[in-house]
């Protein structure tokens, strides 16, 4: 089915690892987005993509490194992850950056930093 | 950046109409208002979008007054599967910092 699905849906790992959180849509949108929320928190938007080989930076960066190199894809890596980085995170994405545009999210991947 | 601002949190009781303002002071002219409701360990989804006066669709209503500076969600008859997180967004200097939330509304239905 078409849609944006996100990979794991639930990790646990050690402080210093390295991780990659997976992101893939079906639509062919332009814009894609990661966004991370804390417990009992909003969302804060950490990196979002305007199209292939186009990034930019969101709030809360610091930590996350991001690339796409195709439309579909966008993963979203802790190169040496630590605790505070223990959260839900959210992909997204919108056929353009307009604010009449919706964003489509995914079900969510839960990181555990231990 | 189009700063939103909106209750923290509201209680309501099943069957009863909700209405949740969100205040936009420095909304642009080219910028639409959204909002998305969020469940528990669910992402948030779509569910209404306007740019002035009122819209309406079969999940919400949203009424935005002539100065466009507020705007209100309302929920009509609500239940207990309504008890959720409403964000409202709206633009900002450039696109991708467009889709910026803050912190929400908690809408808690109670029996």
């Known amino acids: 089915d078409a849609g944006i699905t996100q990979s794991p849906r639930y990790k646990i790992t050690e402080t210093g690892r390295q991780v990659t959180l997976m992101c893939h849509q079906t639509w062919s949108h332009s814009y894609m987005f990661w966004y991370r929320q804390d417990l009992g928190h909003g969302l804060r938007l950490i990196y979002y993509s305007a199209a292939a080989d186009i990034t930019d930076k969101g709030e809360v960066p610091d930590g996350y490194v991001v690339s796409r190199s195709k439309t579909e894809n966008f993963p979203l890596t802790l190169e040496s992850a630590t605790r505070s980085q223990t959260s839900v995170y959210f992909c997204?994405?919108?056929?353009?950056?307009?604010?009449?545009?919706?964003?489509?999210f995914g079900s969510g991947t839960q990181l555990s930093v231990l | 950046l189009a700063k939103t601002t909106q209750p923290i949190s509201m209680d309501s009781y099943e069957g009863q109409e909700v209405n949740i303002t969100c205040s936009h002071n420095n909304i642009a002219t080219n910028d639409y208002i959204t909002w998305y409701q969020q469940f528990p360990s669910q992402g948030p989804r779509f569910i209404i979008q306007g740019y002035k006066t009122k819209v309406t669709n079969e999940v919400a209503s949203l009424f935005i007054p002539a100065d466009r500076k507020s705007s209100t969600l309302s929920l009509p008859r609500v239940s207990l599967s309504d008890t959720a997180v409403y964000y409202c967004l709206v633009g900002a200097d450039n696109y991708g910092q467009n889709f910026v939330f803050g912190p929400g509304t908690r809408l808690s239905v109670l029996p």
């Open positions: 997204a994405s919108s056929e353009s950056g307009a604010t009449n545009e919706k964003l489509f």
